[in-house]
């Protein structure tokens, strides 16, 4: 379970478009217990987010510029940053669902899920479950 250390659930998301990175936003802030304390376009900017704001959870596109979202968690736990992360992917490849598994990752959604299953994968992941929706085997 992750410890949150105040009453709001600190969230970090990181898309490449700044589109998405908005409605992901929208959708969390329907949700008065979650609080976006950053936002990202890539790896390196997530990274830097990281350090700083110390999320209690990190909501990440699968592809990045630079860096994918698998080389973002190795380098995480290289820095030994355990935030727990939730892809949140256009991929559906049960090979994809399966490597970010096996790096790490507590959970993996559909973006067309996004606003059925945004916020219930953030609080089962929080609360140490994971959360793989309709991509769960």
Do not use: W
């Not at 700044?18 to 976006?36: F, P, S, Y």
């Not at 490849?93 to 606003?115: D, F, I, N």
């Amino acid at each position: 379970m992750v410890e949150v250390y105040d009453s709001l659930i600190r969230v970090l998301v990181v898309d490449d478009h700044d589109m998405m990175r908005h409605l992901i936003g929208k959708v969390l802030a329907l949700d008065n217990t979650i609080r976006v304390s950053g936002m990202a376009a890539d790896a390196h900017e997530a990274m830097n987010l990281i350090r700083m704001h110390l999320p209690d959870l990190i909501i990440l596109d699968y592809a990045l510029p630079g860096a994918n979202g698998i080389k973002l968690i190795e380098q995480m736990q290289a820095e030994k940053v355990e935030t727990p992360v939730v892809f949140l992917s256009v991929h559906r490849h049960t090979q994809l669902v399966e490597r970010a598994k096996e790096a790490g990752a507590k959970g993996y959604l559909l973006k067309e899920a996004m606003t059925s299953q945004l916020i219930p994968a953030v609080h089962s992941v929080v609360e140490g479950k994971t959360f793989f929706g309709s991509m769960e085997r």
